[in-house]
């Protein structure tokens, strides 16, 4: 009986570290040119097998148990945390004890809530529907205090990049100015298996300086 759990336990590690190196290439790949990175909140989230990123847009936090639990459905969660530039993840295959000793291993938090605001990645392992909260929506304004470097955030006001750039201003811009608000804006598309990506600075060069950017 031990062996089989210890098995078992070897299962889930190879699974979680899989896991992570697939989440890491994505990340270096966001990283190349980005500061910000958006996820649109969703009431209803669908998920695609695979990496999706997905927020909370709304106020209310929620028990990353109560909706990533099924090991059925989910290989891993994981959030950025900017005040210890560092990862936090859950896995709903390991025990409390096996995911904390890993963690600790690999110098990341054990992830348990999700707060308003907050984007994050789930790796799924089928296509389902997860149930996030409802509540307040988080206002792009909100984030007008942003702090420099990584950020993986969450709105509610269902606003363009660009319109996004804008709200973090905090004097209104004169009409027509760009600001430079962020350096760039990444959100990952499940569907298509790419990123989306928006920069201020390549918006004001030239009228097609951003889509030559993309294209290239």
Do not use: H
């Not at 997905?54 to 945390?81: H, I, R, Y």
């Not at 319109?163 to 811009?173: D, I, K, R, V, W």
């Amino acid at each position: 009986q031990v062996s089989a759990v210890q098995a078992a336990s070897c299962g889930e590690r190879r699974a979680v570290r899989q896991s992570t190196a697939k989440l890491l290439r994505l990340v270096l790949l966001a990283f190349l040119a980005a500061t910000t990175i958006q996820a649109s909140a969703q009431t209803a989230a669908s998920l695609n097998a695979g990496w999706n990123l997905l927020g909370n847009g709304t106020s209310t936090a929620f028990n990353v148990v109560d909706v990533f639990g099924s090991q059925a459905n989910v290989t891993t969660v994981w959030k950025w945390v900017p005040a210890r530039t560092g990862w936090a993840f859950y896995a709903p295959s390991m025990t409390s004890e096996v995911l904390a000793g890993y963690a600790s291993d690999k110098g990341y938090e054990v992830l348990t809530t999700i707060n308003g605001g907050e984007g994050f990645w789930v790796n799924a392992k089928v296509t389902f529907t997860a149930q996030l909260p409802t509540g307040t929506l988080i206002s792009s304004t909100s984030y007008q205090n942003l702090a420099a470097g990584w950020s993986l955030i969450a709105t509610g006001d269902g606003r363009t990049p660009a319109e996004f750039n804008q709200a973090l201003s905090l004097t209104p811009p004169s009409p027509g100015v760009i600001p430079a608000n962020l350096t760039s804006l990444w959100a990952w598309n499940a569907n298509s298996l790419k990123w989306s990506f928006y920069s201020p600075v390549l918006e004001v060069q030239a009228a097609t300086a951003l889509a030559d950017y993309i294209a290239n």
